[in-house]
T-cell receptor, first 116, second 112 residues
Framework: GAGVSQSPSNKVTEKGKDVELRCDPI?????LYWYRQSLGQGLEFLIY????????KSGLPSDRFSAERTGGSVSTLTIQRTQQEDSAVYLC??????????????FGPGTRLTVT | LAKTTQPISMDSYEGQEVNITCSHN???????ITWYQQFPSQGPRFIIQ???TKVTNEVASLFIPADRKSSTLSLPRVSLSDTAVYYC?????????????FGTGTRLLVSP
């Protein structure tokens, strides 16, 4: 079946502009995550959605970042008033939860954001 | 959240077995150990997950000693396509799989 998809694959924006990044998780997956990865670095957790529960926003670096998940499926990460330090690859992942004793996250290809 | 320590990089040759060890001294009772692989310009991909002793699947084995303070990912007979970054993560239902810390991983380079 289809994997996690993200759009756009690349986004170049000017400092101060707002951007929206989209994630389409695997159908039926109840958990959805957003991470970001700066060049040569590991992944930084941003936000987590689980079913209809309130999202875990503890990883969002500032109030310029927000995310929503509509209908328990598609998610949008919004960055307002972008700064150059926001330049990174933004990765989305989804998970069906524990399945056959294993908890696995399925990652999308990411959106490369460049703020000029 | 349990912190992990793994080598920054490793080199190997095609056909060899590669073992990457990860230290996680403060692993919690309910934590699992998970390994992911990441190729350039791609998202990470799940390799294997275990709780104790040994787990094996079609691509790797995971060895976990009784004290669970470390683990070793074993890749049999690596090929050039195994060149990637490998992340060791520790977490579980009580500490939050959603906050798994990926760190900078181990960069494996496989040469001909």
């Amino acid at each position: 079946g289809a994997g996690v998809s993200q759009s756009p694959s690349n986004k170049v924006t000017e400092k101060g502009k707002d951007v929206e990044l989209r994630c389409d998780p695997i159908s039926g997956h109840t958990a959805l995550y957003w991470y970001r990865q700066s060049l040569g670095q590991g992944l930084e957790f941003l936000i987590y959605f689980q079913g209809n529960s309130a999202p875990d926003k503890s990883g969002l670096p500032s109030d310029r970042f927000s995310a929503e998940r509509t209908g328990g499926s598609v998610s949008t990460l919004t960055i307002q008033r972008t700064q150059q330090e926001d330049s990174a690859v933004y990765l989305c992942a989804s998970s069906p939860g524990f399945r056959r004793g294993t908890y696995e996250q399925y990652f999308g290809p990411g959106t490369r954001l460049t703020v000029t | 959240l349990a912190k992990t320590t793994q080598p920054i990089s490793m080199d190997s040759y095609e056909g060899q077995e590669v073992n990457i060890t990860c230290s996680h001294n403060n692993i919690a009772t309910n934590d699992y150990i998970t390994w992911y692989q990441q190729f350039p310009s791609q998202g990470p991909r799940f390799i294997i997950q275990g709780y104790k002793t040994k787990v094996t699947n079609e691509v790797a084995s995971l060895f976990i000693p009784a004290d669970r303070k470390s683990s070793t990912l074993s890749l049999p007979r690596v090929s050039l396509s195994d060149t990637a970054v490998y992340y060791c993560l520790v977490g579980g239902p009580n500490t939050g799989f959603q906050k798994l810390v990926f760190g900078t991983g181990t960069r494996l380079l496989v040469s001909p």
